[in-house]
Each structure stands twice: as C-alpha cells, then as structure tokens.
C-alpha cells in the first residue's frame, strides 16, 4: 500500500513565522501535490510537482512555496505566516504520466496560526 | 477554480437505508473520482470513472456518469454507521501528460444507527 506520511498532525505557530510543513511518499511517485481544506471550500490545489526540482502553480499559490529536492519528499513553506493560512493542509501523490489513476493523500495536517 | 458542486451538502439517513449524493461540473474531463474522508483524516480513494463509462460499481458502491449532462452520482447501498464521513468527488483534467483533480465541496454523510 502507498503510504503519504506528513510530518505533523497539529501545528500552532504565530503570525510571521516561516512555517514548513513536510511530505514524504514511500512508493516512488513522481507526482506530488500540496491541498488547503477548508469548510465550505473543499480542496484547493496550492501547489504540484512532476518532478525533482520542478514545481507548478496550482490555483491559489499566493504566500506559498515548496521544495522538491528528493524524490519522495516535497515540502510546503509559508514565508511568512498570516492567520488565513490557518487551515488544514492535505499532502497527495501520484504516478507520473498515468491517467485514470488515483491520488494518495496523507492524513493531513492541522495548521493554526496565532 | 471549484469544478464540481456536490449536492446535498449534508445528509442523514437511517442504516440499512441507501445514500445517493450528486455531482455537477463544467468542463470537459478525463475521468471522474470519489474520495472519502473521515473527520480529521485525509481522503480515501473510492472509485474512478472513465468519461468513456457510464456507469461503474465496487461492492456498495455504484457510480454513474452523465458527461451530456456534466454530472456524476454517488450510491452507496445498505449504509452502515462506519460509512458516515465526507464524501467529495474530484474531476481530472490533463496538464501536459499529467492528471490534475479538482475537488467539490463535499457530502457530509452521517448513518443514523
């Protein structure tokens, strides 16, 4: 089984932090992508990778970056932390170039800023 | 941008009884998707639909595709109470040889024991 472990199930920091939260996949995918959750919202795509050092906008990038260095690890950085980045923060992989299959998320993780 | 709408938002039925949730979205897709979450977890993969398919089933659950009507249904039958979660759907749409989902908001579906 596929398995997406993000590092924190809870977090709390404070306004103007920088806050990394990190992923890691233990099934060789290429794809990884970053969600925000929020209710009412859904999930929203904040930022995806096909690859080692590439990364990808998603649909709302703003106050956001990430890190693909290793393969199985890609890293969500808020530069500067605001209280509307207080959310829950989904971590999802996948096959590269393989349609009609689905994502893995991990279990999430809770961020409150303060 | 929000592709698909999920309809109802919330849903509360007896066990035993059958959960049917919807799905609309706007434009063309590659496959449709159902997840699961339970509350405070992420979300469970629980059955793909081709836009080729009209309809698909995986023990409880039946899925359907109406791609001239942009829309998608969820039946989940003889409910049991480990089945209350959120349910979402997710459209795929290609991105240079990639999938990129797009999620709805989400059923919230609670089994009355």
């Known amino acids: 089984d596929v398995k997406v472990t993000q590092s924190s199930r809870y977090l709390v920091k404070r306004t103007g932090e920088k806050v990394f939260l990190e992923c890691v996949q233990d099934?060789?995918?290429?794809?990884m992508f970053w969600y925000r959750q929020d209710p009412g919202l859904g999930l929203r795509l904040i930022y995806f990778?096909?690859?080692?050092?590439?990364?990808e906008k998603g649909d709302i990038p703003e106050g956001y970056s990430v890190s693909r260095e290793k393969k199985e690890r890609f890293s969500l950085i808020l530069e500067s932390a605001s209280t509307n980045q207080t959310s829950m923060y989904l971590c999802?992989?996948?096959?590269?170039?393989?349609?009609?299959?689905?994502?893995?998320f991990g279990d999430g993780t809770r961020l409150s800023i303060l | 941008s929000q592709q698909g709408e999920e309809d109802p938002q919330a849903l509360s039925i007896q066990e035993g009884e059958n959960a049917t949730m919807n799905c609309s979205y706007k434009t063309s897709i590659n496959n449709l998707q159902w997840y699961r979450q339970n509350s405070g977890r992420g979300l469970v993969h629980l059955i793909l639909?081709?836009?080729?398919?009209r309809e698909k089933h995986s023990g409880r659950l039946r899925v359907t595709l109406d791609t001239s009507k942009k829309s998608s249904s969820l039946l989940i039958t003889a409910s049991r109470a480990a089945d209350t979660a959120s349910y979402f759907c997710a459209t795929a749409s290609l991105n240079f040889g990639n999938e990129k989902l797009t999620f709805g908001t989400g059923t919230r579906l609670t089994i009355i024991p």
């Open positions: 999802a992989s996948s096959w590269e170039y393989r349609i009609n299959q689905p994502q893995h």
């Open positions: 099934m060789d995918h290429e794809n």
């Open positions: 639909i081709r836009s080729n398919e």
């Open positions: 990778s096909y690859d080692v050092k590439m990364k």
